[in-house]
């Protein structure tokens, strides 16, 4: 029969270190009312005798559970399948690790789901929340407001007063308008596009900046160039299955994913990209590197928008008081062989 190792306790490490079992708890918890030789002593105990705090008791005491969730509106197989989220990940959990906090990441898209989750982030499981693919029948950040809980939104919010909240976002109307004013300005005479879903921000910003640059170089938006998608891949072609019977020369797809779905559909129909049709993407991800032919697409700094997110919400966490309103990030145009 083995016996088992009694778990170091508070009052072993103090014992070891000479100290008070107040001293050991102020010097856990990064107090800096202790001397600096109190400080490495008990430290050194702790290593000795290889404590660790009681995460439990300690969140009793700091009402912190040292925990972000990131909430994605979306259903799970939409996680995995879109480079957004991934590089929206690793910004976040850059800055997460940095600063000695764990990232809870969650999915949610229907109300069911939304409010189940809900009803864990606002019962101080969490310290704050980020949210990202917000669509405007999404009732979370509404929820979360009336709990008080911290929050920090990733895009321009649809509905509440951009200024009355903390946002990160990129300039998705700056985008678009440079993708499409590069197409028309390469002699393009049918400039279609790919718009993104109507219920969330970057879609209707991508849409608008697509309208702004053909009504600023004096062409009307034919109805017969535009079709929507969803963001994903199969989004994509089915839309560029509508477009085709409307003979465009060129596509400005909202996302990535949807200008692959594109290309696909234009090489099956024996058309050339990008003598034929070029394309357009927006994201800028690995995949429109490895594509063939290799992606033109608007870039937008996704894990620097993670980065930003975060940052906003743990310095607000660490008291630091900053005035609502939004962080805007610039997108360009990366140009390669599709177009």
């Not at 990535?256 to 058309?271: F, H, I, Q, T, Y």
Request: no cysteine; aromatic share 4%.
């Amino acid at each position: 029969m083995s016996v088992r190792r009694q778990r170091p306790t508070l009052e072993m490490v103090a014992e070891r270190a000479g100290v008070g079992r107040g001293t050991v708890s102020r010097v856990i918890n990064g107090s800096q009312q202790v001397s600096k030789a109190t400080r490495e002593s008990v430290l050194r105990a702790v290593r000795e005798l290889g404590y660790v705090p009681n995460k439990a008791a300690r969140t009793l005491v700091t009402q912190r559970t040292d925990t972000i969730a990131l909430v994605v509106s979306e259903r799970d197989d939409r996680l995995f399948a879109q480079p957004f989220f991934a590089g929206i990940v690793r910004g976040v959990s850059s800055v997460l690790n940095d600063r000695g906090l764990q990232l809870l990441l969650a999915t949610a898209r229907t109300a069911a789901e939304h409010e189940r989750l809900a009803e864990y982030l606002t019962g101080h499981h969490v310290d704050g929340v980020l949210s990202v693919s917000l669509h405007s029948d999404d009732p979370l950040p509404g929820l979360l407001e009336r709990a008080g809980v911290p929050y920090v939104h990733g895009g321009r919010p649809l509905d509440a007063e951009p200024r009355a909240v903390h946002f990160v976002d990129t300039d998705n109307v700056g985008g678009a308008r440079a993708a499409t004013l590069y197409l028309v300005e390469g002699g393009r005479e049918r400039v279609a596009t790919i718009a993104g879903p109507q219920d969330m921000v970057a879609g209707i910003d991508r849409l608008r900046g697509y309208r702004g640059a053909l009504e600023e170089v004096g062409r009307r938006v034919d109805p017969a160039l535009l079709a929507y998608g969803d963001f994903s891949y199969e989004g994509g072609e089915a839309a560029m299955r509508e477009l085709l019977a409307a003979r465009p020369d060129a596509v400005f797809a909202a996302s990535d994913l949807m200008a692959l779905g594109a290309l696909r559909v234009v090489k099956e129909a024996g058309m050339r990209v990008p003598e034929d049709i070029a394309i357009i993407g927006y994201d800028d991800s690995d995949l429109a590197l490895h594509s063939d032919p290799p992606l033109t697409s608007v870039h937008q700094p996704i894990e620097r928008m993670g980065r930003e997110m975060a940052r906003i919400l743990t310095d607000g966490l660490a008291g630091e008081v900053r005035e609502p309103g939004g962080v805007i990030l610039d997108a360009y145009l990366v140009v390669r062989d599709s177009t």
